[in-house]
């Protein structure tokens, strides 16, 4: 199926118009009755389940409920949607949706759901850029020194990422493509152990969110390419993952 531009925008403004509609009417239901379960498809520390956490307090504070994080990490997020997909449509199953569910509408041939008629859009919450980061260690401090080390070493650096069809593996994929480099994949279940890894110099780079990345710059343990100063975060920065 091709989601074009034209829907996605038409998804995001009808989510935006139905927000206030979709809270009077939860007021006046009295709803939610009984306790909430927001389902993320990534590991516990990441970005999507950090997000996830804190609209899951503030709800618990508003509606006087408990809304419960479920990580079902796994297959780009496949897995948590599935969970979701195939719970009753009662509103009590929510699911917390990133870039890589639309990435994983084309990376898929067959999925077992169809996300614009299975799911139903609530409310933007998050533009979280990427950002291209190094262990410390890693002889390259530039882009271009970075490049230049990967093509006189093919094969032979290290890119890690959340999972197959995360926006971190696609910020990778479309980075070997556009320096034709020849760098290895390596997925993780998440991107808190591949950022272990990183920090350990198991793998040598990583393309992942700027929460995740600042605070492993702030630690020391890893740096993004631009410089050490902190407004390096800001001139590296590159897609976008939505939570």
Do not use: C
């Not at 503030?58 to 719970?87: C, H, K, M, Q, Y």
């Not at 990183?198 to 929460?211: E, S």
């Amino acid at each position: 199926m091709t989601l074009s531009r034209r829907r996605l925008l038409s998804l995001a403004a009808g989510a935006a118009a139905f927000l206030p509609v979709a809270s009077s009417r939860a007021r006046a239901r009295t709803y939610p009755m009984q306790p909430v379960r927001i389902v993320v498809g990534f590991a516990a520390g990441g970005v999507t389940d950090i997000l996830a956490r804190l609209m899951g307090q503030w709800l618990s504070e508003r509606f006087d409920r408990p809304f419960v994080i479920e990580n079902r990490p796994g297959a780009g997020g496949n897995i948590a949607t599935e969970t979701v997909v195939n719970a009753p449509a009662d509103g009590y199953s929510l699911l917390m949706v990133t870039g890589s569910h639309a990435i994983n509408m084309t990376l898929y041939e067959k999925l077992n759901y169809d996300l614009v008629r299975d799911i139903a859009p609530v409310a933007g919450i998050a533009r979280v850029p990427n950002v291209m980061e190094v262990n410390p260690s890693f002889p390259a401090k530039t882009v271009p020194e970075f490049v230049a080390y990967a093509k006189a070493n093919p094969g032979k650096v290290n890119v890690a990422s959340g999972g197959n069809g995360t926006a971190a593996h696609v910020a990778g994929e479309l980075f070997k493509m556009l320096a034709g480099v020849d760098i290895v994949h390596v997925p993780y279940r998440g991107s808190p152990p591949a950022l272990t890894d990183l920090f350990a110099g198991h793998v040598h780079v990583i393309f992942d969110p700027i929460p995740l990345i600042d605070r492993a710059h702030q630690g020391g343990k890893a740096a993004p390419f631009g410089g050490d100063d902190r407004g390096a975060l800001e001139r590296v920065a590159g897609g976008t993952d939505r939570g």
